[in-house]
């Protein structure tokens, strides 16, 4: 694949190109137009009008060949110096703050130090890119949701309808106050929605495990992606080269909307000096463990009574999550779901870890991270030898931060009643979260007004996809605490 200054090259030499091609035409046409007058012509005949046109549209087709290749020029350079600060950001290194099961803690869902998380993956999200215009799409570890070029035009559309906005209300529980005399819905303001998304990023499992989070411009958003890797093999002295090119395709992503409904006291919205805090913190928060549960479950369905499916039901307008989306792509990563459900043995407890584990490496792929229910790590924390020790991890296990969400829930599997559970692991960075720009809030005045309180509802639009789902696996029905 050619390099930025290769490519820059390339468009070099074609502007030069056309400055040739346009003075040429220049010079051609001025002559041209000097023999006409020498002739002493008082009108041009029709051919000569479309030899006069012929020359000038070429020299604005040379000057137009110009202009692209200036554009494009441009655009390298600046892809090349943003790609330099995104390899830049990757090569930090970001604590998070995770202990492995045994130790002291594991990680709740918005309990984790910091602004924004950064748990290690296998590749860099700046590979991610826009298929229409080839600028990164990735929000990067460490950058605010605001920072990304796609939200700052955006803000910038919409800074004179904030500025009013936010002139009237001053702040937002006083615009939810304001709606809740109306049960009207209305827009927020970027300089107030924007910081819910980071508090969704900070508190949504799947972010932490490294999620791409994609800013979508337009409902519909194709990214990007490296889908047949190059190949090499070695040759007899003469024989043919045989050819290998990379293929490339797209990830497409959909947006639809998710709601999170929240309840807050008229006299709280009133009274309350920390009252927008407040409320876009429980606005973040149930967003955070909805989109979770999309993201690793997504349309599962109510495949029967006694899984998960059953517990979430979840179908369309649901996303694809990891676990539909291994189903029906990559069936082999997943594993378990035995007919009573996996528990471990006391000579071997950590063989279905393991085995997770080397199913995304035999993929040429890198766990970066393991997640489960708290109920999953209380099983393994709860197990001792002979002796009343706490088991030994493998070794390799040492290296993988385990984070915790109870959206994965425990459910029911044959005879193991109420303690099948799933574990996911591999390279989150592949999981791709769209994100609409615009957050949509309405309030509903009726239904808690007896109550004196208002309902919170939230319109959050985006969607989940998986860009290479051998990167991940599930082991399923695990048996929990």
Same mark, same amino acid.
């Given at each position: 694949?050619?390099?930025?200054?290769?490519?820059?090259?390339?468009?070099?030499?074609?502007?030069?190109?056309? +400055?040739?091609?346009?003075? &040429?035409?220049?010079?051609?046409?001025?002559?041209?137009?000097?023999?006409?007058?020498?002739?002493?012509?008082?009108?041009?005949?029709?051919?000569?009008?479309?030899?006069?046109?012929? #020359?000038?549209?070429?020299?604005?087709?040379?000057?137009?060949?110009?202009?692209?290749?200036?554009?494009?020029?441009?655009?390298?350079?600046?892809?090349?110096?943003? &790609?330099?600060?995104? @390899?830049?950001?990757? !090569?930090?290194?970001?604590?998070?703050?995770?202990?492995?099961?045994?130790?002291?803690?594991?990680?709740?869902?918005?309990?984790?130090?910091?602004?924004?998380?950064?748990?290690?993956?296998?590749?860099?999200?700046?590979?991610?890119?826009?298929?229409?215009?080839?600028?990164?799409?990735?929000?990067? !570890?460490?950058?605010? %949701?605001?920072?990304?070029?796609?939200?700052?035009?955006?803000?910038?559309?919409?800074?004179?309808?904030?500025?009013?906005?936010?002139?009237?209300?001053?702040?937002?529980?006083?615009?939810?106050?304001?709606?809740?005399?109306?049960?009207?819905? /209305?827009?927020?303001?970027? *300089?107030?929605?924007?910081?819910?998304?980071?508090?969704?990023?900070?508190?949504?499992?799947?972010?932490?495990?490294?999620?791409?989070?994609?800013?979508?411009?337009?409902?519909?958003? *194709?990214?990007? !992606?490296? =889908?047949?890797?190059?190949?090499?093999?070695?040759?007899?002295?003469?024989?043919?080269?045989?050819?290998?090119?990379?293929?490339?395709?797209?990830?497409?992503?959909?947006?639809?909307?998710?709601?999170?409904?929240?309840?807050?006291?008229?006299? $709280?919205?009133?009274?309350?000096?920390?009252?927008?805090?407040?409320?876009? &913190?429980?606005?973040?928060?149930?967003?955070? #463990?909805?989109?979770?549960?999309?993201? $690793?479950?997504?349309?599962?369905?109510?495949?029967?009574?006694? @899984?998960?499916?059953?517990?979430?039901?979840?179908?369309?307008?649901?996303?694809?999550?990891?676990?539909?989306?291994?189903?029906? =792509?990559?069936?082999?990563?997943?594993?378990? %779901?035995?007919? =009573?459900?996996?528990?471990?043995?006391?000579?071997?407890?950590?063989?279905?870890?393991?085995?997770?584990?080397?199913?995304?490496?035999?993929?040429?792929?890198?766990?970066?991270?393991?997640?489960?229910?708290?109920?999953?790590?209380?099983?393994?924390?709860?197990?001792?030898?002979?002796?009343?020790?706490?088991?030994?991890?493998? +070794?390799?296990?040492?290296?993988?931060?385990? #984070?915790?969400?109870?959206?994965?829930?425990?459910?029911?599997?044959?005879?193991? /009643?109420?303690?099948?559970?799933?574990? %996911?692991?591999? &390279? %989150?960075?592949?999981?791709?979260?769209?994100?609409?720009?615009?957050? =949509?809030?309405?309030?509903?005045?009726? !239904?808690?007004?007896?109550?004196?309180?208002?309902?919170?509802?939230?319109?959050?639009?985006?969607?989940?996809?998986?860009?290479?789902?051998?990167?991940?696996?599930?082991?399923?029905? #695990?048996?929990? /605490?």
């Amino acid at each position: 694949m050619a390099t930025y200054a290769e490519m820059i090259q390339q468009y070099e030499s074609k502007r030069r190109d056309a +400055e040739r091609r346009q003075a &040429d035409a220049k010079k051609l046409a001025e002559s041209y137009f000097k023999s006409l007058e020498a002739a002493g012509l008082e009108r041009m005949t029709p051919e000569q009008e479309e030899m006069s046109e012929r #020359l000038l549209a070429k020299a604005r087709d040379a000057k137009e060949a110009i202009g692209q290749a200036d554009g494009a020029i441009k655009a390298l350079r600046e892809a090349e110096a943003e &790609d330099a600060e995104a @390899d830049k950001l990757s !090569r930090e290194t970001h604590s998070t703050g995770v202990a492995l099961p045994g130790g002291a803690h594991t990680v709740e869902p918005g309990k984790v130090a910091g602004n924004l998380y950064g748990a290690p993956v296998a590749s860099d999200s700046a590979a991610w890119r826009y298929s229409d215009s080839g600028r990164p799409a990735a929000v990067e !570890r460490g950058q605010k %949701f605001a920072e990304h070029a796609e939200a700052r035009a955006y803000a910038q559309r919409q800074a004179e309808q904030d500025r009013l906005i936010a002139g009237t209300h001053g702040g937002l529980a006083q615009q939810i106050r304001s709606l809740s005399t109306s049960g009207a819905s /209305a827009l927020v303001p970027t *300089q107030w929605s924007f910081p819910i998304i980071d508090k969704v990023r900070n508190a949504a499992v799947m972010f932490q495990a490294g999620a791409t989070l994609v800013p979508m411009p337009a409902k519909v958003v *194709q990214i990007g !992606r490296l =889908n047949t890797d190059v190949t090499a093999a070695f040759k007899t002295e003469g024989s043919a080269i045989t050819a290998s090119d990379p293929a490339f395709d797209f990830v497409q992503l959909t947006a639809t909307s998710l709601t999170a409904l929240t309840v807050a006291s008229i006299e $709280f919205l009133q009274d309350a000096p920390n009252a927008d805090q407040v409320v876009s &913190d429980a606005i973040a928060a149930v967003m955070a #463990l909805e989109l979770d549960k999309a993201a $690793f479950f997504g349309q599962l369905g109510a495949t029967g009574t006694n @899984d998960e499916g059953a517990a979430f039901g979840l179908a369309s307008p649901y996303p694809k999550g990891i676990l539909k989306n291994l189903l029906d =792509n990559a069936s082999g990563q997943v594993l378990g %779901f035995a007919t =009573n459900g996996t528990a471990q043995t006391a000579a071997t407890p950590w063989n279905e870890v393991l085995a997770a584990y080397y199913q995304v490496k035999t993929q040429n792929e890198v766990p970066g991270v393991f997640v489960s229910s708290d109920k999953l790590v209380q099983q393994y924390a709860g197990m001792y030898d002979t002796t009343n020790q706490p088991l030994r991890r493998p +070794e390799i296990l040492n290296t993988i931060p385990w #984070l915790t969400t109870n959206t994965i829930p425990s459910f029911t599997r044959g005879t193991m /009643a109420s303690r099948a559970t799933d574990l %996911f692991t591999g &390279d %989150f960075s592949q999981v791709l979260i769209g994100q609409r720009m615009d957050l =949509n809030v309405r309030v509903l005045t009726e !239904r808690y007004s007896e109550l004196g309180q208002v309902g919170i509802l939230a319109y959050w639009r985006g969607d989940v996809q998986v860009a290479r789902p051998k990167a991940l696996a599930c082991y399923r029905a #695990l048996q929990g /605490a």
